[in-house]
């Protein structure tokens, strides 16, 4: 997705002592009569500040790393997934800037700098000024990294041909359309197709002028599958400046914007539009395949914001607020991308997601939807693992973490899991883990 993130620069010391003397920030906005008229409540706030020597280890052990490459500038913290993939990285994100520049005529731009960050946010990506990508081993957001990357590297581009407000209905749907799909590559037509079959389809005004709180993969899937539609009747060029010739008035919609555009470059209105592309879904050769992909990335993605809203509200794209990451760079400040949930009831629900992911793109479903079923439980009954399945990525989690392990990957098949771990740095380690009796026993794989 495209970053909406509101900065706030706040001198904190300041803050404290006017909220103390029961004053209003100077940084709250408003005028300085209207600051002396407002009733201000005061407020107490108790900070537990630490010493920097009471970090964890593998932070005061860490700082910013900067890797150059073809396309990019890439940003990591030492010590973690990225920095050992680092020449893995350059090889995949060079292929997707490539990929991506290619359908461009003659891009303005490269996308700069791409920071690498240990721990999950929102889908996985964001891109303004930089394009950040979330890179560790236990990603229980799923998807395919190359594709996120293309993803945000669209987004850059489109930044630099429309320097102004833009319908999220386009800047997403240019980005899924461009990469060749979603979190991975798809069918975008024939999955949009397969909504307005199932009856999942949302209707175009209401999904533009709602696109942010919409369910996520229908309006991805839709928005792609409308500009793929609309490239193919009108041609590219004429898609083009349609694009880039959006301009709002001060009351305008969205999808007035659009409908306004649509009249101009198409001569035809946004709700003709509508029922042209409809009639050509319809003639899009739909499989079961389609249909189960996109329920079944409907059903994932609802489990991982499920997850993320109880357990990791701090990841939730709705909650998402990324502080400005090369003033943290400079600062030596890590913590904001690094630090996550990590209990064992965590890592077990994430491993399970991250598990079920690997078995979509496998295109085992069933499997999926039994993994997803069974963390929907967990999260639903107040964390009790009550859950068979469940219970038992638990029990490996626990049996790891007590020999020392920190799992990454977990997949269990009847009384045998495999369990990629870390310890205390950031190589793999490949265990075997064993039912026995009610235990599960672990060892390593030389």
Known sequence: MSARRRRVDVLLELIAIEIRHGRQPASAGG??????RRPVRPLVCVLDL?????????????????APAQCCRYHYITGTAAERDIDLIKQTADAAWAYVAAQYDRPSRRPGDVDLIDRVLGQGGLADSAVIVSYLDRDYSGGEFSQVLRHEFTHILDQARVHRRMPLFLLEGSAVYVSGGHYQPEPIARRAAALLEG???????ELIDHFFTSQHETAYAESAAFIQYLVERFGRDTYNRFFTGLHYTAEDTDSAVIDRGAHEWFDVGLDALERDWQTWLRRQPVTAADRAGILNSIAFYEAVRHYERLLDPSAYLQNLWVPDIRSSEMRGLVADYQRHP???????LETMLAAADRTVLAGDFA?????????????DSNLSFDDPLAAQYLAVVEAARTDGYDPQRVMIAGRIADVWATRGDAQLIRLSARLDGDQWLVQLIN
Do not use: C, F, M, W
């Open 31 to 36: 005028n300085r009569a209207e600051k002396r």
């Open 50 to 66: 630490k010493p920097a020597e009471a970090q964890p280890p593998t932070e005061r052990a860490t700082h910013g790393g900067t």
């Open 199 to 205: 009856g999942a389809y949302i209707p175009l005004r």
């Open 342 to 348: 990590d209990g064992s009831e965590n890592i077990a």
């Open 367 to 379: 499997t999926s939807q039994t993994l997803l079923d069974s963390v929907n439980h967990v999260l």
